[in-house]
Protein backbone atom coordinates (compact mmCIF):
# COMPACT_ATOMS: atom_id res chain seq x y z
CA UNK A 1 0.00 0.00 0.00
CA UNK A 2 1.48 3.43 -0.61
CA UNK A 3 2.16 6.12 1.54
CA UNK A 4 -1.20 8.28 0.41
CA UNK A 5 -3.46 5.63 0.52
CA UNK A 6 -2.18 4.69 4.27
CA UNK A 7 -2.59 8.08 5.61
CA UNK A 8 -6.38 7.97 4.28
CA UNK A 9 -7.75 11.57 4.37
CA UNK A 10 -5.61 13.67 7.22
CA UNK A 11 -3.07 14.84 4.77
CA UNK A 12 -3.80 16.89 1.22
CA UNK A 13 -3.59 15.10 -1.76
CA UNK A 14 -0.66 16.62 -3.84
CA UNK A 15 -1.67 17.66 -7.21
CA UNK A 16 1.38 17.36 -9.62
CA UNK A 17 1.24 19.69 -12.47
CA UNK A 18 3.39 21.80 -14.62
CA UNK A 19 4.08 25.51 -13.87
CA UNK A 20 2.84 26.99 -17.06
CA UNK A 21 -0.74 28.74 -16.70
CA UNK A 22 -2.61 26.74 -18.98
CA UNK A 23 -1.31 23.94 -16.92
CA UNK A 24 -2.22 25.65 -13.90
CA UNK A 25 -5.92 26.71 -14.94
CA UNK A 26 -6.23 22.66 -15.29
CA UNK A 27 -5.61 22.05 -11.81
CA UNK A 28 -6.76 23.97 -10.45
CA UNK A 29 -10.17 22.61 -11.90
CA UNK A 30 -8.92 19.17 -10.39
CA UNK A 31 -8.65 21.19 -7.64
CA UNK A 32 -11.98 22.82 -7.46
CA UNK A 33 -13.02 18.71 -7.90
CA UNK A 34 -11.58 17.69 -5.47
CA UNK A 35 -12.43 20.35 -2.92
CA UNK A 36 -16.60 19.90 -3.85
CA UNK A 37 -15.74 16.44 -2.53
CA UNK A 38 -14.35 17.64 0.96
CA UNK A 39 -10.44 16.65 0.32
CA UNK A 40 -7.94 19.08 1.36
CA UNK A 41 -5.33 19.37 -1.45
CA UNK A 42 -2.33 21.17 -2.83
CA UNK A 43 -0.88 21.87 -6.01
CA UNK A 44 2.46 21.04 -6.49
CA UNK A 45 4.68 22.37 -9.64
CA UNK A 46 7.12 19.82 -11.17
CA UNK A 47 9.52 21.07 -13.97
CA UNK A 48 9.06 19.10 -17.74
CA UNK A 49 11.46 18.65 -20.49
CA UNK A 50 9.41 21.05 -22.43
CA UNK A 51 9.33 23.55 -19.98
CA UNK A 52 13.25 23.49 -19.85
CA UNK A 53 14.06 23.85 -23.64
CA UNK A 54 13.73 27.11 -25.37
CA UNK A 55 10.38 28.61 -26.66
CA UNK A 56 11.26 28.31 -29.96
CA UNK A 57 11.98 24.36 -30.01
CA UNK A 58 9.90 22.07 -31.24
CA UNK A 59 8.56 19.94 -28.37
CA UNK A 60 8.71 15.74 -28.50
CA UNK A 61 6.28 13.08 -27.66
CA UNK A 62 5.60 13.09 -23.55
CA UNK A 63 7.78 16.09 -22.76
CA UNK A 64 5.19 17.51 -20.33
CA UNK A 65 4.31 14.24 -19.40
CA UNK A 66 7.61 12.35 -18.26
CA UNK A 67 8.28 14.52 -15.64
CA UNK A 68 5.62 14.41 -13.57
CA UNK A 69 4.50 10.15 -14.05
CA UNK A 70 7.91 10.54 -12.65
CA UNK A 71 7.09 12.85 -9.54
CA UNK A 72 4.02 9.96 -9.39
CA UNK A 73 6.19 7.03 -9.40
CA UNK A 74 8.55 8.66 -6.59
CA UNK A 75 5.46 9.46 -4.71
CA UNK A 76 6.49 13.05 -4.42
CA UNK A 77 2.57 13.99 -5.73
CA UNK A 78 -0.18 11.66 -5.43
CA UNK A 79 -2.43 12.56 -8.54
CA UNK A 80 -0.96 14.10 -12.22
CA UNK A 81 -3.02 16.75 -13.85
CA UNK A 82 -2.21 16.52 -18.02
CA UNK A 83 -3.93 17.48 -21.10
CA UNK A 84 -5.21 14.25 -22.32
CA UNK A 85 -3.78 14.95 -25.85
CA UNK A 86 -0.65 15.03 -24.78
CA UNK A 87 -0.35 11.20 -22.62
CA UNK A 88 1.54 8.66 -24.61
CA UNK A 89 -0.70 5.98 -25.94
CA UNK A 90 1.30 3.59 -24.05
CA UNK A 91 1.56 4.48 -20.86
CA UNK A 92 3.81 2.74 -17.43
CA UNK A 93 1.34 -0.08 -16.32
CA UNK A 94 1.96 1.01 -12.72
CA UNK A 95 0.00 4.02 -13.61
CA UNK A 96 -3.61 4.31 -14.59
CA UNK A 97 -5.80 7.28 -15.82
CA UNK A 98 -8.27 7.39 -12.82
CA UNK A 99 -11.05 10.49 -14.55
CA UNK A 100 -11.39 12.70 -16.93
CA UNK A 101 -12.76 15.86 -15.97
CA UNK A 102 -16.35 17.08 -18.09
CA UNK A 103 -14.32 17.86 -21.86
CA UNK A 104 -14.21 21.48 -22.73
CA UNK A 105 -14.94 22.15 -26.87
CA UNK A 106 -12.53 20.08 -28.33
CA UNK A 107 -12.03 21.89 -31.71
CA UNK A 108 -9.54 24.08 -32.92
CA UNK A 109 -9.84 27.61 -33.83
CA UNK A 110 -8.18 29.98 -36.23
CA UNK A 111 -6.76 33.16 -34.87
CA UNK A 112 -6.16 36.35 -36.58
CA UNK A 113 -4.47 39.52 -35.51
CA UNK A 114 -6.22 41.88 -33.61
CA UNK A 115 -8.78 43.64 -36.08
CA UNK A 116 -8.60 41.38 -38.93
CA UNK A 117 -11.57 40.77 -40.48
CA UNK A 118 -10.68 36.94 -41.20
CA UNK A 119 -13.27 34.82 -40.16
CA UNK A 120 -12.54 31.61 -41.86
CA UNK A 121 -9.45 29.87 -43.41
CA UNK A 122 -11.38 31.32 -46.94
CA UNK A 123 -10.53 34.44 -45.80
CA UNK A 124 -6.94 34.33 -45.50
CA UNK A 125 -4.95 35.91 -48.55
CA UNK A 126 -3.29 33.78 -50.90
CA UNK A 127 0.08 32.38 -49.71
CA UNK A 128 -0.75 33.79 -46.11
CA UNK A 129 1.44 32.33 -43.16
CA UNK A 130 -0.27 30.30 -40.79
CA UNK A 131 1.88 30.03 -37.33
CA UNK A 132 1.52 26.31 -35.50
CA UNK A 133 4.76 23.68 -34.52
CA UNK A 134 2.00 20.96 -34.81
CA UNK A 135 2.02 18.16 -37.71
CA UNK A 136 -1.59 17.39 -37.54
CA UNK A 137 -2.38 21.40 -38.26
CA UNK A 138 -0.02 21.73 -40.87
CA UNK A 139 -1.42 18.84 -42.89
CA UNK A 140 -4.89 19.52 -42.58
CA UNK A 141 -4.72 23.57 -42.86
CA UNK A 142 -2.73 22.73 -46.26
CA UNK A 143 -5.23 20.28 -47.03
CA UNK A 144 -7.67 22.72 -47.28
CA UNK A 145 -6.05 25.72 -48.37
CA UNK A 146 -2.86 24.56 -50.53
CA UNK A 147 -1.68 27.76 -51.03
CA UNK A 148 -1.09 28.95 -47.46
CA UNK A 149 2.25 28.88 -45.66
CA UNK A 150 2.70 27.33 -42.33
CA UNK A 151 5.51 27.94 -40.19
CA UNK A 152 6.14 26.73 -36.91
CA UNK A 153 5.44 29.21 -34.08
CA UNK A 154 6.68 27.52 -30.43
CA UNK A 155 5.89 29.25 -26.86
CA UNK A 156 2.77 29.38 -24.48
CA UNK A 157 -0.21 30.57 -26.07
CA UNK A 158 0.84 34.20 -24.67
CA UNK A 159 4.06 33.88 -26.19
CA UNK A 160 2.44 32.81 -29.37
CA UNK A 161 -0.58 35.47 -29.59
CA UNK A 162 2.50 38.28 -29.33
CA UNK A 163 4.25 37.04 -32.01
CA UNK A 164 1.09 36.54 -34.11
CA UNK A 165 0.03 40.73 -33.58
CA UNK A 166 3.87 41.52 -33.79
CA UNK A 167 3.20 40.28 -37.55
CA UNK A 168 5.69 36.58 -37.54
CA UNK A 169 1.93 34.92 -39.20
CA UNK A 170 -0.92 35.90 -40.78
CA UNK A 171 -2.63 33.78 -38.49
CA UNK A 172 -2.55 30.98 -35.43
CA UNK A 173 -4.19 27.88 -34.67
CA UNK A 174 -5.00 27.15 -31.31
CA UNK A 175 -6.94 24.39 -29.29
CA UNK A 176 -10.19 26.27 -28.07
CA UNK A 177 -10.43 24.82 -24.74
CA UNK A 178 -6.56 26.13 -23.82
CA UNK A 179 -7.88 30.07 -25.11
CA UNK A 180 -10.94 29.44 -23.09
CA UNK A 181 -9.14 28.14 -19.64
CA UNK A 182 -6.70 31.15 -19.96
CA UNK A 183 -9.63 33.85 -20.51
CA UNK A 184 -8.64 34.46 -24.55
CA UNK A 185 -11.83 33.35 -25.98
CA UNK A 186 -11.95 36.77 -27.40
CA UNK A 187 -9.03 36.40 -29.83
CA UNK A 188 -11.32 33.09 -31.48
CA UNK A 189 -11.71 34.33 -35.38
CA UNK A 190 -12.90 31.32 -36.35
CA UNK A 191 -13.76 27.56 -35.55
CA UNK A 192 -12.10 24.99 -37.55
CA UNK A 193 -15.03 22.11 -37.68
CA UNK A 194 -13.66 18.36 -37.25
CA UNK A 195 -14.34 17.38 -40.12
CA UNK A 196 -12.30 20.04 -41.81
CA UNK A 197 -9.23 19.91 -39.14
CA UNK A 198 -10.11 16.69 -36.90
CA UNK A 199 -8.67 17.85 -33.01
CA UNK A 200 -6.16 15.63 -31.71
CA UNK A 201 -7.01 12.61 -29.37
CA UNK A 202 -8.21 13.42 -26.18
CA UNK A 203 -8.03 17.55 -26.84
CA UNK A 204 -9.86 19.53 -24.07
CA UNK A 205 -10.18 17.18 -22.01
CA UNK A 206 -7.81 16.92 -18.91
CA UNK A 207 -6.65 13.36 -17.51
CA UNK A 208 -6.20 12.58 -13.72
CA UNK A 209 -3.67 10.02 -13.11
CA UNK A 210 -2.85 7.83 -10.19
CA UNK A 211 -0.51 4.97 -8.93
CA UNK A 212 -2.17 1.59 -10.48
CA UNK A 213 -2.09 0.26 -6.58
CA UNK A 214 -3.37 3.30 -4.79
CA UNK A 215 -6.41 2.17 -4.10
CA UNK A 216 -8.65 5.26 -2.26
CA UNK A 217 -7.57 7.36 -5.24
CA UNK A 218 -8.61 4.98 -7.75
CA UNK A 219 -12.24 5.34 -5.73
CA UNK A 220 -12.38 9.18 -6.05
CA UNK A 221 -10.88 9.19 -9.38
CA UNK A 222 -14.66 7.49 -10.23
CA UNK A 223 -16.60 9.46 -8.00
CA UNK A 224 -14.45 12.82 -10.44
CA UNK A 225 -14.75 10.93 -13.26
CA UNK A 226 -17.25 11.84 -16.33
CA UNK A 227 -18.56 8.83 -17.81
CA UNK A 228 -19.17 10.42 -21.57
CA UNK A 229 -15.95 12.05 -22.00
CA UNK A 230 -13.92 8.79 -20.38
CA UNK A 231 -15.74 6.75 -23.46
CA UNK A 232 -15.22 9.31 -25.92
CA UNK A 233 -11.40 9.62 -25.27
CA UNK A 234 -10.64 5.93 -25.03
CA UNK A 235 -11.83 5.84 -28.66
CA UNK A 236 -10.18 8.26 -29.68
CA UNK A 237 -6.69 6.72 -27.87
CA UNK A 238 -7.50 3.48 -29.34
CA UNK A 239 -7.64 4.86 -33.16
CA UNK A 240 -4.19 5.96 -32.03
CA UNK A 241 -3.05 3.34 -31.23
CA UNK A 242 -4.39 1.14 -33.85
CA UNK A 243 -2.58 3.51 -36.54
CA UNK A 244 0.57 3.22 -35.19
CA UNK A 245 0.54 7.49 -34.49
CA UNK A 246 1.65 9.31 -31.10
CA UNK A 247 0.61 12.59 -29.56
CA UNK A 248 2.96 14.47 -32.35
CA UNK A 249 1.59 12.66 -35.25
CA UNK A 250 -0.33 14.15 -37.66
CA UNK A 251 -3.87 12.51 -37.10
CA UNK A 252 -7.09 13.83 -35.65
CA UNK A 253 -9.70 12.20 -34.06
CA UNK A 254 -13.02 13.17 -32.20
CA UNK A 255 -15.76 11.09 -30.24
CA UNK A 256 -19.38 12.13 -29.83
CA UNK A 257 -21.38 10.34 -27.76
CA UNK A 258 -25.16 10.34 -28.45
CA UNK A 259 -27.54 8.17 -26.20
CA UNK A 260 -26.37 4.58 -26.73
CA UNK A 261 -24.34 5.23 -29.59
CA UNK A 262 -21.10 6.51 -30.39
CA UNK A 263 -19.49 8.64 -33.47
CA UNK A 264 -15.61 9.08 -34.21
CA UNK A 265 -14.57 11.38 -37.06
CA UNK A 266 -11.21 10.93 -38.01
CA UNK A 267 -8.37 11.70 -40.61
CA UNK A 268 -4.87 10.99 -41.33
CA UNK A 269 -2.12 12.39 -42.81
CA UNK A 270 0.82 10.95 -44.67
CA UNK A 271 3.10 13.47 -46.64
CA UNK A 272 3.01 17.03 -48.23
CA UNK A 273 2.48 15.17 -51.50
CA UNK A 274 -0.92 13.66 -50.83
CA UNK A 275 -3.92 15.11 -48.99
CA UNK A 276 -4.87 13.68 -45.53
CA UNK A 277 -7.70 10.79 -46.12
CA UNK A 278 -11.03 11.25 -43.64
CA UNK A 279 -13.24 9.20 -42.92
CA UNK A 280 -15.79 8.30 -40.05
CA UNK A 281 -17.90 5.36 -38.34
CA UNK A 282 -20.88 5.04 -36.03
CA UNK A 283 -20.93 2.05 -33.58
CA UNK A 284 -23.27 1.18 -30.28
CA UNK A 285 -20.76 2.38 -27.49
CA UNK A 286 -20.48 -1.28 -25.84
CA UNK A 287 -18.94 -1.00 -29.25
CA UNK A 288 -16.99 1.69 -29.50
CA UNK A 289 -13.03 0.44 -29.15
CA UNK A 290 -13.66 -2.33 -31.53
CA UNK A 291 -15.00 0.80 -33.66
CA UNK A 292 -11.94 2.74 -33.49
CA UNK A 293 -9.92 -0.49 -34.68
CA UNK A 294 -11.87 -0.63 -37.93
CA UNK A 295 -12.01 3.16 -38.34
CA UNK A 296 -7.95 2.82 -38.04
CA UNK A 297 -7.81 -0.21 -40.54
CA UNK A 298 -10.16 1.69 -43.00
CA UNK A 299 -7.61 4.62 -43.33
CA UNK A 300 -4.59 2.97 -43.53
CA UNK A 301 -6.55 1.04 -46.27
CA UNK A 302 -7.21 4.40 -47.62
CA UNK A 303 -3.44 5.43 -47.67
CA UNK A 304 -2.29 2.42 -49.36
CA UNK A 305 -4.32 2.86 -51.53
CA UNK A 306 -6.38 0.02 -51.72
CA UNK A 307 -9.57 1.55 -49.96
CA UNK A 308 -12.32 0.30 -52.34
CA UNK A 309 -15.29 2.32 -51.34
CA UNK A 310 -17.66 3.79 -54.11
CA UNK A 311 -16.44 7.30 -54.70
CA UNK A 312 -18.08 10.64 -55.53
CA UNK A 313 -16.68 13.79 -56.58
CA UNK A 314 -17.86 16.77 -54.35
CA UNK A 315 -16.89 20.15 -56.48
CA UNK A 316 -17.05 22.41 -53.31
CA UNK A 317 -13.89 24.30 -52.20
CA UNK A 318 -11.86 21.84 -49.97
CA UNK A 319 -11.99 23.72 -47.04
CA UNK A 320 -16.07 23.88 -47.15
CA UNK A 321 -15.79 19.47 -47.99
CA UNK A 322 -15.09 18.18 -44.31
CA UNK A 323 -18.73 18.10 -43.31
CA UNK A 324 -20.22 16.70 -45.96
CA UNK A 325 -17.05 14.02 -46.82
CA UNK A 326 -17.88 12.88 -42.76
CA UNK A 327 -21.75 12.12 -43.73
CA UNK A 328 -20.55 10.74 -47.10
CA UNK A 329 -18.40 8.37 -44.67
CA UNK A 330 -21.07 7.48 -42.38
CA UNK A 331 -22.30 6.07 -45.83
CA UNK A 332 -19.32 3.87 -46.89
CA UNK A 333 -18.75 6.67 -49.70
CA UNK A 334 -15.50 8.07 -50.26
CA UNK A 335 -14.91 11.52 -51.34
CA UNK A 336 -12.89 12.60 -54.33
CA UNK A 337 -12.57 16.51 -54.11
CA UNK A 338 -12.29 18.63 -57.26
CA UNK A 339 -12.95 22.05 -56.14
CA UNK A 340 -14.91 23.69 -59.03
CA UNK A 341 -14.77 27.48 -57.95
CA UNK A 342 -12.85 29.50 -55.83
CA UNK A 343 -14.20 32.02 -53.49
CA UNK A 344 -11.84 35.12 -53.23
CA UNK A 345 -13.18 38.22 -51.10
CA UNK A 346 -12.94 41.76 -52.53
CA UNK A 347 -9.88 43.60 -50.99
CA UNK A 348 -11.00 46.32 -47.84
CA UNK A 349 -11.38 49.70 -50.30
CA UNK A 350 -13.05 52.41 -49.55
CA UNK A 351 -15.83 51.40 -52.08
CA UNK A 352 -16.36 48.42 -50.36
CA UNK A 353 -16.25 50.17 -47.16
CA UNK A 354 -19.16 52.43 -47.68
CA UNK A 355 -21.00 48.83 -49.42
CA UNK A 356 -21.21 47.06 -46.27
CA UNK A 357 -21.66 50.43 -43.95
CA UNK A 358 -24.72 50.81 -46.60
CA UNK A 359 -25.65 47.32 -46.46
CA UNK A 360 -26.04 47.21 -42.79
CA UNK A 361 -27.49 50.99 -42.10
CA UNK A 362 -29.89 51.49 -39.96
CA UNK A 363 -32.23 53.06 -43.04
CA UNK A 364 -32.24 49.37 -44.62
CA UNK A 365 -35.40 47.05 -43.62
CA UNK A 366 -34.00 43.95 -44.28
CA UNK A 367 -30.56 42.59 -45.29
CA UNK A 368 -30.67 39.31 -47.49
CA UNK A 369 -27.60 36.82 -46.95
CA UNK A 370 -27.69 34.21 -49.94
CA UNK A 371 -24.66 31.58 -48.87
CA UNK A 372 -22.28 31.10 -45.36
CA UNK A 373 -19.45 32.40 -47.81
CA UNK A 374 -21.23 35.95 -47.70
CA UNK A 375 -21.97 35.77 -44.66
CA UNK A 376 -18.81 35.01 -43.16
CA UNK A 377 -17.12 37.55 -45.37
CA UNK A 378 -19.68 40.39 -44.40
CA UNK A 379 -19.05 39.24 -40.55
CA UNK A 380 -15.62 40.24 -40.70
CA UNK A 381 -15.81 43.30 -42.58
CA UNK A 382 -18.65 44.42 -40.03
CA UNK A 383 -15.86 43.47 -36.92
CA UNK A 384 -13.06 45.12 -39.01
CA UNK A 385 -15.45 48.59 -39.12
CA UNK A 386 -16.62 48.40 -35.93
CA UNK A 387 -20.20 48.20 -37.04
CA UNK A 388 -23.00 47.66 -34.63
CA UNK A 389 -25.58 45.36 -36.74
CA UNK A 390 -27.82 43.98 -33.72
CA UNK A 391 -31.16 45.75 -34.58
CA UNK A 392 -31.42 44.96 -38.36
CA UNK A 393 -33.58 42.26 -39.74
CA UNK A 394 -31.87 39.52 -41.60
CA UNK A 395 -33.04 36.77 -43.99
CA UNK A 396 -30.85 33.82 -44.72
CA UNK A 397 -30.81 31.36 -47.82
CA UNK A 398 -30.28 27.74 -45.97
CA UNK A 399 -29.55 27.65 -42.02
CA UNK A 400 -25.79 27.12 -42.53
CA UNK A 401 -26.22 31.06 -43.88
CA UNK A 402 -28.53 31.85 -41.04
CA UNK A 403 -25.80 30.44 -38.55
CA UNK A 404 -23.04 32.05 -40.03
CA UNK A 405 -25.29 35.64 -39.64
CA UNK A 406 -26.21 34.97 -36.04
CA UNK A 407 -22.93 36.49 -34.63
CA UNK A 408 -24.11 39.64 -36.24
CA UNK A 409 -28.02 39.74 -35.34
CA UNK A 410 -27.72 38.48 -31.83
CA UNK A 411 -31.32 36.93 -32.38
CA UNK A 412 -33.48 35.55 -34.94
CA UNK A 413 -32.88 35.25 -38.87
CA UNK A 414 -35.56 34.78 -40.83
CA UNK A 415 -35.29 31.79 -43.49
CA UNK A 416 -37.91 30.45 -46.63
CA UNK A 417 -39.67 27.27 -45.72
CA UNK A 418 -37.33 26.56 -48.79
CA UNK A 419 -33.69 26.90 -49.18
CA UNK A 420 -33.99 28.87 -52.65
CA UNK A 421 -34.34 32.19 -53.79
CA UNK A 422 -37.26 31.93 -55.80
CA UNK A 423 -39.27 31.17 -52.35
CA UNK A 424 -37.22 33.56 -50.27
CA UNK A 425 -38.97 35.91 -52.76
CA UNK A 426 -42.27 34.98 -52.53
CA UNK A 427 -42.16 34.30 -48.49
CA UNK A 428 -40.66 37.03 -47.44
CA UNK A 429 -42.71 39.41 -44.90
CA UNK A 430 -41.79 42.61 -47.71
CA UNK A 431 -44.23 45.76 -47.43
CA UNK A 432 -44.32 48.06 -50.15
CA UNK A 433 -41.03 50.31 -50.52
CA UNK A 434 -39.06 48.72 -47.89
CA UNK A 435 -35.42 48.96 -48.46
CA UNK A 436 -33.17 45.61 -48.85
CA UNK A 437 -29.62 44.71 -49.20
CA UNK A 438 -29.05 41.92 -51.08
CA UNK A 439 -25.30 40.95 -49.50
CA UNK A 440 -23.62 38.72 -53.01
CA UNK A 441 -20.71 37.47 -54.95
CA UNK A 442 -20.10 39.19 -58.20
CA UNK A 443 -20.80 36.69 -60.28
CA UNK A 444 -24.60 35.98 -58.85
CA UNK A 445 -27.53 36.51 -61.60
CA UNK A 446 -30.15 38.94 -61.14
CA UNK A 447 -32.73 37.05 -60.39
CA UNK A 448 -33.59 37.32 -56.52
CA UNK A 449 -32.74 41.32 -57.09
CA UNK A 450 -35.52 41.34 -59.61
CA UNK A 451 -37.52 39.57 -58.30
CA UNK A 452 -37.61 41.48 -54.47
CA UNK A 453 -37.82 44.41 -56.85
CA UNK A 454 -41.03 42.86 -58.16
CA UNK A 455 -42.79 42.61 -54.63
CA UNK A 456 -42.12 46.45 -54.31
CA UNK A 457 -38.68 46.38 -52.81
CA UNK A 458 -35.73 49.33 -53.27
CA UNK A 459 -32.93 46.92 -53.95
CA UNK A 460 -29.63 47.67 -53.24
CA UNK A 461 -26.65 44.80 -54.21
CA UNK A 462 -23.21 44.66 -51.64
CA UNK A 463 -20.84 42.45 -53.54
CA UNK A 464 -18.16 41.29 -51.43
CA UNK A 465 -16.68 38.94 -53.35
CA UNK A 466 -15.89 37.14 -56.77
CA UNK A 467 -16.37 33.07 -57.42
CA UNK A 468 -13.49 31.83 -60.06
CA UNK A 469 -14.71 29.33 -61.85
CA UNK A 470 -12.82 26.36 -63.49
CA UNK A 471 -9.36 27.10 -61.00
CA UNK A 472 -6.48 25.39 -63.18
CA UNK A 473 -5.17 23.71 -60.40
CA UNK A 474 -8.60 21.47 -60.30
CA UNK A 475 -7.52 20.05 -63.24
CA UNK A 476 -5.59 17.22 -62.80
CA UNK A 477 -7.70 16.18 -59.73
CA UNK A 478 -10.60 15.78 -61.69
CA UNK A 479 -8.78 13.63 -64.14
CA UNK A 480 -7.67 11.34 -61.42
CA UNK A 481 -10.99 11.23 -59.98
CA UNK A 482 -12.91 10.08 -63.32
CA UNK A 483 -10.40 7.34 -63.43
CA UNK A 484 -11.27 6.20 -60.25
CA UNK A 485 -15.41 5.92 -62.04
CA UNK A 486 -17.05 7.92 -59.64
CA UNK A 487 -21.09 7.18 -58.61
CA UNK A 488 -21.85 10.80 -58.87
CA UNK A 489 -20.84 14.66 -58.52
CA UNK A 490 -22.49 16.72 -56.11
CA UNK A 491 -23.11 20.27 -57.43
CA UNK A 492 -23.74 23.32 -54.92
CA UNK A 493 -24.46 25.96 -57.41
CA UNK A 494 -24.66 26.66 -61.23
CA UNK A 495 -20.82 28.40 -60.94
CA UNK A 496 -19.73 24.77 -59.74
CA UNK A 497 -21.51 23.62 -62.98
CA UNK A 498 -19.98 25.80 -65.49
CA UNK A 499 -16.40 25.53 -63.44
CA UNK A 500 -16.66 21.39 -63.52
CA UNK A 501 -17.55 21.42 -67.61
CA UNK A 502 -14.72 24.11 -67.91
CA UNK A 503 -11.85 21.65 -66.56
CA UNK A 504 -13.39 18.71 -68.20
CA UNK A 505 -12.09 19.61 -71.39
CA UNK A 506 -11.94 16.36 -73.69
CA UNK A 507 -13.29 14.19 -70.72
CA UNK A 508 -16.50 16.09 -71.14
CA UNK A 509 -18.72 13.48 -72.10
CA UNK A 510 -17.12 11.54 -68.94
CA UNK A 511 -18.22 14.52 -67.01
CA UNK A 512 -21.92 14.53 -68.72
CA UNK A 513 -22.37 10.84 -68.26
CA UNK A 514 -22.52 11.17 -64.52
CA UNK A 515 -25.11 11.34 -61.88
CA UNK A 516 -25.52 15.14 -60.53
CA UNK A 517 -26.80 15.76 -57.63
CA UNK A 518 -27.78 18.99 -56.84
CA UNK A 519 -28.42 21.76 -54.32
CA UNK A 520 -31.50 23.55 -54.72
CA UNK A 521 -33.38 23.49 -57.56
CA UNK A 522 -31.43 26.65 -59.32
CA UNK A 523 -28.38 24.51 -59.54
CA UNK A 524 -30.63 21.33 -61.08
CA UNK A 525 -31.64 23.37 -63.49
CA UNK A 526 -28.52 24.84 -64.58
CA UNK A 527 -27.13 20.68 -64.71
CA UNK A 528 -30.25 19.60 -66.65
CA UNK A 529 -29.07 22.72 -69.07
CA UNK A 530 -26.04 21.83 -69.71
CA UNK A 531 -26.70 18.52 -70.67
CA UNK A 532 -26.04 16.24 -67.61
CA UNK A 533 -28.55 13.08 -68.60
CA UNK A 534 -29.31 12.36 -64.60
CA UNK A 535 -29.69 15.17 -62.15
CA UNK A 536 -31.21 14.62 -58.69
CA UNK A 537 -31.97 17.17 -56.27
CA UNK A 538 -31.25 16.84 -52.30
CA UNK A 539 -34.28 17.56 -49.92
CA UNK A 540 -32.36 19.91 -47.85
CA UNK A 541 -28.34 21.93 -48.41
CA UNK A 542 -27.01 20.86 -45.24
CA UNK A 543 -24.31 17.82 -45.57
CA UNK A 544 -26.43 15.25 -44.18
CA UNK A 545 -29.57 15.74 -46.88
CA UNK A 546 -26.87 15.97 -49.49
CA UNK A 547 -25.07 13.11 -48.38
CA UNK A 548 -28.21 10.78 -48.51
CA UNK A 549 -28.91 11.93 -51.61
CA UNK A 550 -25.61 10.69 -52.80
CA UNK A 551 -26.28 7.51 -50.81
CA UNK A 552 -29.47 7.14 -52.93
CA UNK A 553 -27.65 6.96 -56.28
CA UNK A 554 -24.74 4.99 -54.77
CA UNK A 555 -27.33 2.24 -53.92
CA UNK A 556 -29.16 2.56 -57.81
CA UNK A 557 -25.52 2.15 -59.70
CA UNK A 558 -24.30 -1.03 -57.33
CA UNK A 559 -27.49 -2.99 -57.99
CA UNK A 560 -26.78 -2.00 -61.77
CA UNK A 561 -23.28 -3.17 -61.31
CA UNK A 562 -23.64 -5.97 -58.75
CA UNK A 563 -20.18 -6.60 -58.93
CA UNK A 564 -19.33 -3.08 -57.29
CA UNK A 565 -21.04 -3.51 -53.41
CA UNK A 566 -21.10 -0.55 -50.97
CA UNK A 567 -19.44 -0.81 -47.55
CA UNK A 568 -21.59 0.95 -45.33
CA UNK A 569 -20.22 2.08 -41.76
CA UNK A 570 -21.43 0.59 -39.15
Known amino acids: MSRSASNGRSRPIRI ?49 VAAIEQALLDERVDIAVHSAKDVPTEMDERLRIAAYLPRADPRDALVAPIASAVTSLEDLPPGAVVGTDSPRRSAFVRAARPDLRVRPLHGNVDTRLRRLDDGEADALVLAIAGLVRLGREDRISAVLEPAVVPPAPGQGAIAVQIRATDAPLIALGAVLDDARTHLAV ?227 SAVLYETLEGPGSSREPLAAALDRSPAAVVLSSPSAVRGLLGLAGKRRADVLGLTAVCVGPTTAAAAREAGFGTVREATAPDAASVAAAVAAEVSVAASVQPTHTASVAT
Open 16 to 64: GTRGSALALAQAEQVARALGAEGRPHRIVVVETEGDRRAPDTAWGEGAF
Open 234 to 460: AAERTFLRATGGGCRSPIGALATIDGDRLRLVAGLATDASRPPVLDAIEAPTREARAAATRLAERLLSAVAGSDERPTVIVTRPRAATGSLAAELALRGIATLVVPAIEIAALDPSPDLDRSVRAATAASIDWTVVTSPTAARILAGHVRRLAIDARPRRWAAIGRATAAAIASLSRGDVWQPSRPDGATLVAEIPLSDGEHVSLVRGRLAGDRLERGLAGRGAVVE
